[in-house]
């Protein structure tokens, strides 16, 4: 066995002869139990015995304080266990002296230490399922433009967690690795690579060259639209970070496309939805959120799989209820007890239950998380597998934010004759066990944690906001759905991690949007008289956007009051005027509210003016009294004028 490595002299004073020796343990763990307790074994617990048949492996003559050197040996396999198989502690000790005399203990002054599995090659491989997740936050400033650009930058570019964990995912090569993918990150890095541009709400669709312009009055107080300040992305003018952003988010939609394809690609709920909230919340979010996935993966097509799988792996048994029979369902270890199938069915539906120790990481020394440390871990609970009665297969779902500073050697050491490489779909159609879903763990903590109801209000606000601006739009059909997906960040599971911020996000796109539904207005006169029982008066339609639009007029009015509005839409022009011809009858004298509605295509209200209309129509009873009034001036009038003639006459 060769083994390579570095020695580092973290004292102040200058080390001398400093021997190298490897060691192994005598009794071998074969138990993922005792892989977790072995992992968390102090570092100056003795594990195992220092080799030393054949004197130091390597010596280093002299090191001083903060240098290091490296090392490299081999240890014959004749010194190494071969009859046990299971997985033996095995590492470096480093021993020197800093004086004339060295310690006579040979107590080891360094360590490193790591597990090593010995699995007989005789033994049935174990089908092992290697998921890399695609997850980000994501959220937009109020015009639209992803936020956060910086943090986006340095997320995709070399070196970053996104970047990092998709090139790992990369040099598997032919290797087959399941893609864990929330596709609202996908096109977010879209957006970036674009440039960034703010939201539209210009043109989307083709016009009729021969359909009427309008030829309403522009009106000089016109608002300009999303369009100017999306214009402010062209090249001369863009930013520096908008520049990096483009550079670095173009370059990672290659590097994953490059990974993505021929692969197993497993979609999440678009905006990454927290499924156990929506089963609390809203259910029929989570329709919508797996419609808007689909199952293809944009901009290349690649095919997608319905998958359900949160960041900690717990999922609550409504959520799973939520999922369809042919969703694929990954669930941690931790939520099934003691003894955890490798696959189980539950309500109806396949669970993939993926091993939370094979993530955890090795043993101090060695960063937890480092390549080295996650590979032997996984080999090792592969190894432990492969021992037990019919080989379980194990599924690895590499953590969020893992940012793998190499892949060197990774997959390589994976090459084992007793571990097989596969797919979710593929450890899927493994036998299961049946479990109830109220055994499923998931606790009051988990619950507290769960995107709460004010979020999907807020989503829902915003997402109805968006298809009301579509639809007072002449000619963009797509703002709404853009608006939509925005509205969907606000419920994923990165709004656990920042509610606060997710909700002001949400708030202020909305107010944009509501920005532009204001400058579309209705007024009426302060006041309307009719002399009669009926008249005319008008109202003033203003569109205050650099774009047409498309609305409705509607009268509210109490029952002796009948105003009558055009049946047909109004189209105004952009940042048009025009008046409008209502015809307002009235049963009755007095003074009645109307109140003027202008609204999108679908009905829902966009601004509203109310004003006085007062009658001046007499009723019959008035007239009646009038008529009987003047009947009886005349006919006093004839009688005295026939008193007088009859008194003349006398």
């Known amino acids: 066995m060769r083994i390579s490595g570095q020695v580092t002299n973290n004292d102040t004073e200058v080390w001398q002869t400093i021997n190298l020796y490897p060691f192994v343990s ?52 004749r010194l190494l266990p071969r009859d046990v198989p299971g997985v033996y502690w095995f590492g470096v000790h480093a021993l020197g002296q800093t004086g004339a005399e060295r310690d006579q203990e040979f107590i080891a002054d360094g360590r490193a230490r790591t597990f090593l599995p010995l699995v007989p090659t005789s033994q049935s491989p174990v089908d092992t399922a290697v998921v890399v997740p695609v997850r980000h936050a994501v959220r937009y400033e109020p015009d639209g433009r992803v936020a956060d650009v910086e943090r986006w930058t340095q997320t995709l570019s070399l070196g970053g967690q996104l970047r990092s964990l998709t090139d790992f995912g990369v040099a598997a090569g032919d290797r087959p690795v399941s893609w864990l993918v929330d596709p609202a990150v996908v096109d977010a890095a879209v957006q970036l690579s674009h440039g960034n541009p703010a939201r539209s709400i210009g043109p989307t669709v083709e016009t009729d060259p021969e359909a009427p312009s309008g030829s309403a009055t522009p009106d000089p107080s016109a608002t ?124 109806g539906r396949t669970v993939v239950v993926s091993s939370s120790g094979a993530t955890s990481g090795g043993p101090d020394p060695e960063q937890r998380r480092s390549p080295l440390a996650m590979r032997q871990r996984l080999v090792s609970e592969a190894a432990v597998r492969a021992l037990a009665p019919d080989s379980p297969p194990l599924v690895v779902v590499l953590p969020d934010g893992w940012r793998p500073t190499s892949s060197s050697g990774f997959f390589d050491g994976l090459d084992l004759p007793w571990l097989h490489l596969t797919s979710v779909a593929a450890i899927a159609q493994h036998p299961g066990t049946d479990v109830a879903s109220d055994d499923i763990r998931y606790s009051a903590r988990q619950r507290r944690a769960e995107v709460g109801a004010v979020d999907f209000a807020s989503a829902d606000e915003l997402a109805a906001a968006g298809d009301t601006l579509q639809n007072l739009l002449t000619r963009n059909d797509r703002i709404g759905t853009d608006i939509r997906d925005e509205a969907m960040s606000l419920i994923g599971y990165a709004a656990r991690r920042a509610p606060l911020r997710t909700r002001i996000s949400g708030s202020r796109s909305r107010d944009w949007v509501e920005e532009q539904l204001d400058s579309v207005k209705v007024d009426g006169p302060r006041a309307v008289i009719l002399s009669s029982g009926s008249g005319r008066f008008s109202a003033t339609l203003t569109n205050g956007l650099d774009q047409p639009v498309t609305v409705q007029l509607r009268a509210v009015t109490d029952p002796q009051l009948r105003v009558t509005v055009p049946d047909e839409p109004i189209d105004l022009a952009p940042g048009a005027r025009t008046s409008v011809l209502l015809n307002a009858a009235s049963q009755g004298a007095g003074v009645r509210t109307v109140t003027l509605v202008v609204t999108d295509t679908d009905g829902t209200t966009i601004d509203s003016d109310s004003l006085p209309i007062r009658s001046n129509r007499v009723s019959n009873v008035i007239w009646l009294i009038l008529g009987t009034g003047v009947a009886l001036l005349f006919a006093t009038i004839i009688l005295r004028l026939a008193r007088r003639v009859r008194a003349a006459r006398s």
Not at 49 to 55: N, S
Not at 266 to 293: I, K
Not at 311 to 323: H, M, T
Not at 327 to 343: K, L, N, S, Y
């Open 26 to 77: 005598a009794i071998p763990m074969t138990t993922a139990a005792e892989l977790a307790a072995g992992a968390s074994t102090p570092l100056d617990t003795p594990v195992g015995e220092r080799i030393t048949e054949t004197g130091p492996f390597a010596t280093i003559d002299e090191l001083a304080p903060g240098e290091s050197t490296s090392y490299s040996f081999s240890v014959p396999r």
């Open 224 to 347: 300009p639209s999303a369009d100017a300040s999306a214009a402010a992305t062209d090249d001369g003018e863009r930013s520096e970070a908008d520049i990096a952003a483009s550079q670095a988010s173009a370059e990672w939609l290659r590097r994953l496309q490059t990974g993505v394809t021929g692969t197993e690609v497993l979609g999440l709920p678009y905006g990454d939805l927290d499924v156990s909230a929506a089963a609390a919340q809203r259910p029929t979010t989570y329709g919508e959120a797996r419609e808007r996935t689909g199952t293809e993966l944009a901009p290349w097509g690649t095919a997608m799989t319905p998958a359900v799988a949160s960041p900690n792996g717990f999922l609550s048994p409504g959520g799973l209820a939520l999922a369809t029979p042919d969703t694929r369902i990954i669930m941690t270890d931790r939520a099934f007890g003691e003894d955890p199938p490798a696959v189980a069915y539950a309500d």
